[in-house]
C-alpha cells in the first residue's frame, strides 16, 4: 500500500514556515543501517522545487519528530508493505500535526 500525503500553503499568505509533528509514529519495524532497513514499510518526505536527498523513517519513534520547511508544499510517501501484529498493537500507526506561521 502507498499513501501520499500533500501539504500545501495557499498562495494568498506571505507564510514564513510550516512544520509537521509527528506526535506518534510506528511504520514497521527497523532492521538495518546496511541492508533492507525497513522490511515493513517506511515513511520518505518530499519538498517542492529542493532536491530529492533519499532517506526513509521506519520503526517507532521514542517521542516527537518536528519537521521544519520553508517551500510551498510538502509530501509524505507512506509506504506499508506488510501489515501485521505486534505485542502492542498493530505495526502501523501514527499521529501527526501541522502549522504554517505567517511572517509577522
Excluded: H
Excluded at 525497513?38 to 518530499?46: E, F, K
Excluded at 500507526?93 to 506561521?101: G, I, N, Q, T
Amino acid at each position: 500500500m502507498q499513501c501520499n500525503v500533500v501539504y500545501e500553503k495557499r498562495r494568498d499568505y506571505s507564510i514564513l514556515t510550516g512544520w509537521l509533528t509527528f506526535d506518534s509514529f510506528t511504520l514497521g519495524r527497523f532492521v538495518s543501517f546496511t541492508t533492507d532497513g525497513c522490511p515493513d514499510g517506511a515513511l520518505q518526505i518530499s519538498e517542492s522545487n529542493r532536491p530529492q536527498v533519499g532517506g526513509s523513517w521506519c520503526g517507532t519513534s521514542w517521542g516527537p519528530a518536528i519537521y521544519y520547511s520553508e517551500t510551498n508544499s510538502v509530501t509524505i510517501f507512506v509506504y506499508l508493505y506488510r501489515l501485521s501484529r505486534m505485542e502492542t498493537g498493530y505495526n502501523f500507526d501514527y499521529r501527526m500535526e501541522y502549522k504554517f506561521l505567517r511572517r509577522g
